[in-house]
């Protein structure tokens, strides 16, 4: 079988490139031809139908919406599909998409759309956010890996500021989980399988991001911790995850949800072979 994986056109980043030959070197090991390949024009539109090279199926390792798409309409199944990786793109949609379900998320406020550079920003609505969710809180943008976008507000005036500075940018702020200054737990979830947990933790900065200074260590996959990810993943329609979980007083939040989440680091602390059981899922299916 001829399988393509699929990266981002302007790769830079060194794990997303260990990612993509860990996963091809796990496919032909079992029996697989793999092609990794930039997101250059890998489908089109032709006439009128969508175009793209012949292959059983992709691995899509990108975040691009409409290349994902097109890959699709001409007829590839994704591993994640479409829909899946474009709520998980967007943070905001992954907490509406969970909200209802029966999953523990911080209490969250999305900013409104802001479409002119004059605007000024809304202190009523501030004062609503601080009333809700308090201060230190935490600000996100909707789109952003790596620890990107994500920002802990600590005062009034920060938060004006934030708000100043993003105001044209799709945002929202979120509750802070007081679970440890750079804490969380990263589980790897595969088919509806979780298959390992990962406590990671970051002394010099609230955001545990292992590429941002945090360190893993292997975590036990109790039965509750491995069931609420399990969920997760199965509202998301997700093949392949790494679900991120803040240990609260009282509750597990849903902290994030990763549809392309590296697992280099829990591979390593686990010792578990998340490239292998990730390539027999997909030739399985």
Do not use: W
């Not at 997101?39 to 793209?52: K, R, Y």
């Not at 009034?156 to 737990?185: M, T, V, W």
Request: aromatic letters at 8%; proline letters at 2%.
């Amino acid at each position: 079988m001829k399988v393509l994986i699929v990266v981002n056109a302007y790769i830079k980043n060194q794990s997303q490139i260990s990612q993509a030959e860990r996963i091809a070197e796990e496919l032909q090991k079992r029996g697989a031809t793999v092609e990794i390949k930039k997101n250059f024009a890998l489908a089109e539109i032709s006439g009128n139908s969508v175009v793209s090279g012949k292959y059983g199926f992709c691995v899509f390792l990108d975040k691009d919406r409409v290349a994902a798409r097109l890959l699709e309409k001409s007829g590839l199944r994704l591993f994640n599909t479409a829909a899946a990786i474009e709520v998980c793109d967007d943070k905001m949609l992954t907490n509406t998409a969970l909200a209802n379900c029966g999953f523990n998320i911080p209490d969250c406020i999305y900013a409104p759309l802001c479409y002119n550079a004059d605007s000024q920003v809304d202190t009523q609505f501030l004062n609503g956010v601080v009333k809700k969710l308090g201060l230190p809180l935490v600000s996100k943008t909707n789109y952003g890996s790596l620890g990107a976008g994500v920002t802990l507000i600590k005062s009034e005036e920060e938060l004006y500021d934030y708000e100043k500075r993003n105001l044209l940018s799709p945002h929202f702020y979120q509750k802070f989980i007081d679970c440890g200054a750079g804490e969380d737990i990263r589980v790897i979830v595969i088919g509806g399988k979780a298959v390992c947990a990962m406590k990671r933790r970051n002394e010099s900065d609230f955001r545990s991001n292992i590429e941002l200074g945090g360190k893993g260590e292997n975590y036990p996959l109790t039965k509750e911790l491995a069931g609420l990810c399990e969920r997760i993943a199965g509202t998301l329609k997700l093949d392949y995850c790494g679900v991120d979980i803040l240990c609260g007083k009282n509750a597990l939040y849903v902290c994030e949800v990763n549809s392309n989440a590296f697992f280099a680091a829990a591979e390593r602390v686990c010792k578990v072979n998340v490239a292998g059981e990730y390539a027999e899922y997909m030739l399985g299916r």
